[in-house]
């Protein structure tokens, strides 16, 4: 059994990314930090300041789709697990039981575990706090984790202020197609458009995408639009003649990367919101109410937030929208969408004109 601590957090990147001032609470002092994650959080756990170690694991109460339970998968983690450390603080949604993972880590011979439960935890737990009394069902979701990790005696540097952080490798290089906007300071700089999510209910429909680019594109801005490898049809349709697709070219560090230069991101409520969180990147964030804002809104950045949240599907957590004709984001029009654009340009002291919006860092 070693000092270290163990946190655990199984989920894709965009709740990878939101553990971050928790890790660093965790790993300040004099211990190392192991993240314990899942397939979807793997790169972004590698880039959060404070972690040392990884371990993934497919966990089959947590991931969707969900891969089977068996023997051979506890025994795999069992294994990975052989020197556990002694303390371990399990991160995990509003929805999700933290009670399987700690039975896991008992038999692991993890000896002090924190987590929220609204089940008795019986031994599995040393410290328990209950969702809603102990912890605010309404804080946003970096916050509820530093709660956790408080609960457990682990607290941020006094120099650090709890805001998303990611370390990115230096030096960057940028996809060949874009080297000129790196090479000439005239060059205007640009906006990230990112029209993926992993659920179609939190996506704005691809026309209304294609609208926005092409009106941003009309006004003499840079627009990058980007995706994961599956989304290159998708992106190539919405950046059109005028915009850059660069959807497939990149992985999480290289997003980072493109979206920490950015002036400002479109986006829905995704990973990559949450990533540029991260890098300190205004949003202008589409989010479909069938998750908490006030949980899971891109945190401690500008932000203009758009969509209904009190459309019918709030809080359903459905993955394809309930409602007829999506009107919680389709009726949102391009035309609003630009003009989010210039309000957060405005706030941030960022000028538009006809050479588009100054270089990411001005006025921030």
């Not at 109410?289 to 006030?294: E, G, I, L, Q, S």
């Amino acid at each position: 059994m070693t000092d270290d601590a163990l946190v655990v957090r199984f989920d894709s990147m965009g709740d990878m990314l939101m553990t971050g001032p928790a890790v660093r609470a965790v790993a300040h002092g004099p211990r190392t930090v192991t993240m314990l994650c899942g397939p979807r959080g793997e790169e972004a756990a590698r880039l959060l300041p404070g972690v040392e170690r990884v371990i993934v694991w497919d966990c089959p109460w947590i991931a969707n789709p969900a891969p089977a339970a068996t023997t051979t998968s506890v025994v795999e983690l069992l294994a990975s697990l052989k020197d556990p450390p002694a303390e371990a603080v399990i991160l995990t949604s509003f929805h999700q039981s933290p009670l399987p993972t700690a039975l896991l880590l008992r038999m692991a011979g993890v000896k002090h575990i924190t987590a929220i439960s609204e089940d008795y935890p019986g031994s599995l737990l040393d410290i328990r706090l209950r969702p809603g009394t102990d912890v605010e069902d309404l804080l946003p979701e970096p916050e509820r984790g530093l709660a956790v990790v408080r609960a457990a005696g682990f607290e941020l540097a006094a120099d650090d202020d709890g805001s998303l952080a990611v370390l990115l490798p230096e030096p960057w290089v940028p996809p060949s197609q874009l080297a000129a906007l790196w090479q000439s300071e005239a060059t205007p700089p640009y906006i990230v458009v990112h029209p993926g999510a992993d659920a179609p209910a939190r996506t704005w429909p691809a026309g209304h995408y294609a609208e926005c680019v092409r009106l941003l594109v009309a006004e003499g801005l840079e627009v990058l639009v980007t995706g994961g490898p599956g989304d290159i049809a998708l992106c190539a349709g919405i950046a059109g003649n005028g915009a850059h697709n660069l959807a497939g070219r990149t992985d999480v560090a290289g997003l980072g990367q493109l979206i920490s230069g950015a002036a400002l991101m479109i986006t829905g409520n995704t990973g990559p919101a949450h990533l540029a969180a991260a890098v300190h990147t205004p949003v202008v964030c589409l989010f479909a109410p069938v998750t908490a804002a006030a949980n899971w809104a891109p945190y401690g950045i500008p932000l203009e937030l758009l969509g209904y949240q009190d459309a019918p599907c709030a809080m359903t957590r459905a993955r394809e929208c309930p409602v007829p004709g999506h009107p919680c984001l389709s009726s949102i029009t391009p035309e609003r969408v630009v003009e989010a654009v210039h309000r957060l340009a405005s706030r941030t002291g960022a000028a538009l004109g006809s050479r588009g919006i100054p270089r990411s860092g001005a006025g921030r």
